[in-house]
């Protein structure tokens, strides 16, 4: 139900475009869609858009400096 459970903080909802995912990453957007496409980055679809979770890339980016510091 609604207000019940775990209060989510607001970086924790934040959601980004492929453009803002881009930025972030400092890449171009078309290797932003390209990995939504291929599954490489967590995503989503609302319509045809893709969507972002700011926490889910974040975690996303820690697990690749992991895998690479090993």
């Given at each position: 139900m609604p207000?019940?459970?775990?209060?989510?903080?607001?970086?924790?909802?934040?959601?980004?475009?492929?453009k803002q995912v881009a930025d972030y990453l400092s890449v171009h957007t078309s290797t932003i869609y390209?990995?939504?496409?291929r599954g490489t980055?967590?995503?989503f679809?609302?319509?045809?858009?893709?969507r972002f979770s700011a926490k889910h890339i974040d975690l996303w980016i820690d697990q690749k400096m992991n895998n690479n510091s090993k």
């Open positions: 207000g019940q459970g775990k209060t989510v903080s607001k970086s924790e909802k934040k959601v980004m475009n492929i390209k990995y939504a496409q980055i967590p995503a679809k609302i319509g045809s858009d893709w």
